[in-house]
């Protein structure tokens, strides 16, 4: 069981790196590879074909501008595919419809731009399904993020 | 196994008739109720706890204008919940960002405006990850759905 | 009197503050939290409602990204929620949207984007209309701000 | 205790009806008129006068456009002023910037595009702040609402 | 013959630069003034009444937000009144739709957001409809920008 | 005296119309034409100058999509400007921004979105600079305007 | 020398027909197919290499939502490809972003939403730089339009 | 066999490199001016005809704002237009808005946002159409591009 993180440049490493620190709270091994829808399309496909062979259960790819890398992705597997939508222009939008707006029958699981964390939390919640040890932490994960929130925000603010 | 299929006013079945139709397609049962994350926010949290209780295992939560359904259901599960924004005003972008940019650590999968067929494709992907003989089956549709598209579109248009 | 603040993270407090300028500028005691709707939704609940056996009146709810919190506590209070969206993303369209579009019967008093000032002024207005004295001090007050206006403003400026 | 309704042109009739409707389920007496920011902005000055006189203890207003109306008459009152943005062009988006953007420190409350119901719902609120009757019409309102919805959605829905 | 420059708050004087510079190039005098429509409507009235028996024939009105002064201004003179939407929170699009939109039939003749020359330069268009020698020191000035262009632009660009 | 009115396509024929309309409200004659700036501009110069020595003092310039007839026409003459943005795609967004977003020192004088009357208004407005009497007519024309609308919309409306 | 037309589903066949009807036009082959970036990712891969070696020079791809088919099919030849956004939602902005935006170092040359005739038109262009016959052919054509254009035009249009 | 490079304000500068140093890659000349649309349109006739004369084959024109200069190169020649959408107000989208969506019968070859680079390498294939050896220079980059991209890339990241 392990998740495989691609984007397509190395420049958007930096945005990437919330869903690695997601994964590894949950003790979920990660694999991160830069590669590009179309740039090295063969690569790409022999790349999804290894990392499935691997154990790789679930990918998340970020991508910016025409965001393509989700969608390509989501049509050569049967695994589910999260897109994070990474800004570079029009504050991220064009990279939002190239990944939400999949036509049908080949959806991409979009969360929020720049928001690789959520994407991270998706693949536990989907690797969580088959798996009541992940399903019983990460219920135990959201009853100690609820218990730190209010331990960190109690008592109200000054303002 | 089954997929619990959630939207916030009567108005919008039809819009909504895509995801159970996908699901068919794979013999996954699915249930289908009118919940509202603002009306009855009790009531749809007893819903949600019998459902699960019931075999859900995935939640998918169409919703239109402010659409907080889907997050809603995400803060009160740790099940994956699947958005659906669906146009009322401004072409659904109101719906779409409603959905999409949830903020950490509480996601959402979002599929394109009014797109619930693919809404229920990926809640098969992600039923499919721990289930073999559903993931087979999920692989033969692909290709059959790719064969079917070659025989329907070989042999080149006329304009 | 009292009028409750409440906003989604710590890291928007500075936003925030205008709220409570603006409140003090009328004698009318508020208090501030870090709530949110999807963390601590149990939470959320018993605090509102100890608020308003405080004395709580008006509530103010900041926002950002898929804004649900003022919607949120909307739906739990009859009081009236003015929601004030945080600029984070997409210049704070989705606040904006996830705060103003509220549907039927929910509303939200919606005020512009990162204006919690507004946010402050407007829930001194629906104060004043049960309270004449306040009604009078705001009348005051409007009429002290316009003569300020004309002193800092009057005779022209040099461009 | 009435509510004025105001807008701009004779053809937003129709759209604003939902504000007269839901004051109406409280009992609340409204008069509505055709004003205008720009063309007859002296007697629309004498109108919000006259309302006041005779009770209007809230203003709603909804305007297209460059929707100029709600800032207008909340400039010239220290009443809270509802605003209904209401969709010609752009989908609305014009009049909803018009309307919510307001700058320090002349608010306007604002709803979503072309929601005059939510509207009428606001101005209830803010009527049973001061007003122990209405607030406990209110609640038990919400509590009617809330079996209803149940009673019209329980059960499931057929896709 | 003169120009009258109008902006809503002190803030906006560097936008607004623009404008008295393109009107010094054709010697036209001009007077500016921080008025505000909602903040001192009386006031607004008094200064363009006063403004127009002192020779002012265009007004220029910079406004930022739900940007109101260049239509209100327009509904109180019959003068010409160019609009700059000054941009401050979503790239200045409240502003254009606030003045731009401007429903009949009180016109506002907009220019480009933060384009306070391009207004100025309007300005004298207009006056140079009635004035044979301004209109000869347009035509010249642009045949000075135009050879001027050509002795910073010609012979190539090195990149 | 005389007003052009230009658009780059017979099919907008309906659209401007409201210019005309305008005009002759005030007995200013007027002349349209179907001209183009891609296809046709070395006749577009022609025409322009023809109109000009015909008396011509102002242009309203119709365009959709890449508007680009205003700003070329505004490149071919010292006389104001005015643009109409005629909506065909994206809501007219792209013609909007393609005639007001013209860049320094060439200004278009900017209306609503198919506001054809509103151009026709401005050209009067323009018009009348120079002109007593019919600075006069207008003055007198928006005080019948102001009656008529007092007179067909006093007394209320029913709701 | 012939064009390939290229398009995801049979339903955007109407939408595509500009395109060959601009090409025949100028005795230009064409051969249009209905292929899927994600659908059929191998067969759309043999049809380019196929459609190359039966002289194809140019590709003109139609999609809508996430269209990918253009990006895709660039990141497959290096034959210019010329996308066409076709509006299904958002007003077709999600086809705009999703092949305008490209990446370095793969273009794809856009033209306007839904309009193929013009992408016939770029493809002629194209054509003709190698090929004086072309050249020449679309030089007259462009002389006849321009004739056309001011006998269809010429001497005025009433409003 | 050259490109013209051609854009309206020497602030662009920069911007506008990458179109330079991309044909270079191919050995391709050119030679870059800066030219207005509006401020010389009879100098830019005048250069474009020098231009072509000169071997120029392929133009890529860089504006902002209302961004013409594109279309109206397109207008005076029958070569290829590639254009490039320079952001300087919201976002680019007016230029983008500007170039890409020019009307029947003259396109313009729009890419990305800023994205000179692209220009080049739309510039690159066209001229390689009628071109062996250009053409096998492309293909040979791209595998190289690939290549060099598996190395600079291959074997993981760390996140």
């Not at 740039?39 to 022999?46: C, F, Q, S």
């Not at 036509?103 to 088959?130: E, F």
Request: proline share 5%; aromatic share 6%; net charge negative.
């Amino acid at each position: 069981m392990k998740v495989g993180i691609l984007f397509g440049s190395r420049s958007d490493t930096d945005r990437m790196k919330g869903a690695a620190r997601c994964l590894e709270e949950f003790d979920i091994p990660w694999e991160a590879h830069v590669l590009s829808a179309h740039r090295i399309p063969d690569e790409l496909e022999k790349e999804l074909a290894r990392m499935q062979a691997d154990g790789v259960k679930v990918f998340i790819c970020g991508a910016g501008l025409a965001a393509h890398l989700p969608g390509v992705v989501a049509s050569k597997t049967i695994l589910p595919v999260i897109g994070v939508p990474i800004s570079a222009k029009v504050n991220g939008l064009d990279a939002l419809y190239s990944i939400v707006q999949m036509p049908k029958p080949i959806p991409v699981a979009c969360v929020g731009i720049d928001n690789a964390y959520n994407a991270g939390m998706l693949a536990v919640q989907m690797l969580a399904l088959g798996n009541d040890d992940l399903s019983r932490r990460l219920d135990e994960w959201r009853q100690k993020m609820r218990a730190d929130f209010i331990t960190d925000n109690g008592g109200g603010v000054d303002l």
